[in-house]
């Protein structure tokens, strides 16, 4: 769509954006990865994950998040779920996160200290106070991936700040080229069993306005697909 975005049964593109989808993947799944696929591939390179490392997700019920949790978990990292609602902290339970957070609650951040310590990666997706929140618990020389701003606000957090603390603010930047292959790289695990994109709910493309105020009221959980047939 030219990274405009639109919905339509049929659209023409360029066939050299065109990617091909692994036989063994539905292809309700290769469109839940093709954009949040992508960019949590592309997050978890770009964060240098090492084997141990206690990482913390925040919105990690959400579409990035749920596959942010899976790779961190395959890369060996120790993972800390933050979602908001008992519903979505059972889902990145289920997800194989080893700690789980309600943010919504007070308190949250003592809870993740004492479960374990302070966190050596934050996979910052929402902004705000949220997001600096999430920095407070990184420990010195960490990094902080930032990628969104699901509450509004980038995460007040500048520069200066982060050199004091000798947090690595990450901003990724990367080429088409990269992008593309991302996308592949996303396909191919899922085709392989390693990585599930979760779909939490379906509307009927008539009801689109519908899907956009389900996402914004961040009721849903994972990806939000719509269906044309």
């Known amino acids: 769509m030219g990274g405009s975005g639109g919905y339509a049964e049929r659209a023409v593109v360029d066939a050299g954006g065109l990617v091909e989808v692994p036989d063994s993947l539905d292809l309700d799944s290769a469109v839940a990865l093709m954009a949040?696929?992508?960019?949590?591939?592309?997050?978890i390179r770009a964060a240098g994950l090492r084997g141990g490392e206690r990482v913390l997700v925040e919105a990690a019920a959400g579409g990035v998040g749920t596959l942010l949790v899976q790779l961190a978990r395959a890369a060996g990292a120790r993972v800390v779920a933050a979602a908001?609602?008992?519903?979505?902290?059972?889902?990145?339970?289920?997800?194989g996160a080893e700690v789980t957070v309600d943010y919504r609650e007070s308190g949250w951040t003592e809870y993740v200290r004492e479960a374990v310590g302070g966190v050596d990666v934050v996979f910052d997706g929402v902004g705000g106070a949220i997001g600096r929140s999430a920095f407070d618990l990184l420990d010195r020389g960490g990094r902080m991936v930032v990628f969104g701003l699901a509450?509004?606000?980038?995460?007040?957090v500048s520069d200066e700040t982060a050199a004091d603390r000798a947090v690595t603010l990450v901003r990724p930047r990367p080429t088409p080229e990269e992008l593309r292959e991302?996308?592949?790289t996303a396909l191919a695990e899922?085709?392989?069993?390693?990585?599930?994109?979760?779909?939490?709910?379906?509307f009927p493309l008539e009801r689109a306005a519908d899907a956009h105020a389900a996402i914004q009221s961040r009721s849903t959980i994972g990806k939000t697909l719509l269906e044309v047939r």
Do not use: C, H, N, Y
């Open 182 to 184: 991302f996308v592949e």
């Open 84 to 95: 908001g609602g008992r519903r979505k902290v059972e889902l990145v339970r289920e997800l």
């Open 190 to 202: 899922a085709a392989a069993g390693r990585l599930r994109p979760v779909i939490g709910q379906r």
């Open 36 to 43: 949040d696929g992508r960019t949590a591939v592309m997050l």
């Open 151 to 156: 509450s509004g606000t980038w995460t007040d």
